[in-house]
T-cell receptor, first 109, second 115 residues
Framework: KQEVTQIPAALSVPEGENLVLNCSFT??????LQWFRQDPGKGLTSLLL?????REQTSGRLNASLDKSSGRSTLYIAASQPGDSATYLC????????FGSGTKLNVKP | DAGITQSPRYKITETGRQVTLMCHQT?????MFWYRQDLGHGLRLIYY???????DKGEVPDGYVVSRSKTENFPLTLESATRSQTSVYFC??????????????FGPGTRLTVL
């Protein structure tokens, strides 16, 4: 059974800080990896998709990296804002999709 | 409206009843997915479909049935609901499994309570 782990489970930071969220997975044979944001009571919003052949993807203040050999991905959020408060989920595509349990981020004004 | 929609958004039913959750997407995406989200388990794949009339099991398929007669619809049926199927159900779609079309887009979810 494939496993996807996200650390930390929760994170609280003051506004303006740069932060890193981690996602690890048990098998390097992946098709792609996707980062999502989920607000309370809502669906998932796609943030970034990294193909297995890519090392990183960037969108605005977000940067996601992928190291297949070590089974890790990181989501870097620059200059965090209170509006970034949400749960961040990574999903790994091993030909079927497996999600981590998420990191709940709170950015304090 | 373009996008992916789910209905109903909330459903309360009793043990043993049949329940069908609906999912509709307007992008003509080939792939559609059903997930359930539970505290302590995160999101788990129930079933997915690569095209009309092609479906496959995910991680937790027991107790669920799917069909896909049209590309845009992917209903999920609980044939005899159990309390353990109380959950939030999400439908998603994507153009492909790999490559640039691999981004999954999610619906707003259906909160199902089985009494």
């Amino acid at each position: 059974k494939q496993e996807v782990t996200q650390i930390p489970a929760a994170l609280s930071v003051p506004e303006g800080e740069n932060l890193v969220l981690n996602c690890s997975f048990t098998d390097s044979a992946i098709y792609n990896l996707q980062w999502f944001r989920q607000d309370p009571g809502k669906g998932l919003t796609s943030l970034l998709l990294i193909q297995s052949s890519q090392r990183e993807q960037t969108s605005g203040r977000l940067n996601a990296s992928l190291d297949k050999s070590s089974g890790r991905s990181t989501l870097y959020i620059a200059a965090s804002q209170p509006g970034d408060s949400a749960t961040y989920l990574c999903a790994v595509n091993f030909n079927k999709f497996y999600f981590g349990s998420g990191t709940k981020l709170n950015v304090k004004p | 409206d373009a996008g992916i929609t789910q209905s109903p958004r909330y459903k309360i039913t009793e043990t043993g009843r049949q329940v069908t959750l609906m999912c509709h997407q307007t992008w003509s995406h080939s792939y559609m997915f059903w997930y359930r989200q539970d505290l302590g388990h995160g999101l788990r794949l129930i079933y997915y479909s690569a095209a009309a009339d092609i479906t496959d099991k995910g991680e937790v398929p027991d107790g669920y049935v799917v069909s896909r007669s049209k590309t845009e619809n992917f209903p999920l049926t609980l044939e005899s609901a159990t309390r353990s199927q109380t959950s939030v159900y999400f439908c998603a779609s994507s153009d492909s499994l790999a490559g640039d079309g691999g981004t999954q887009y999610f619906g707003p979810g259906t909160r199902l309570t089985v009494l």
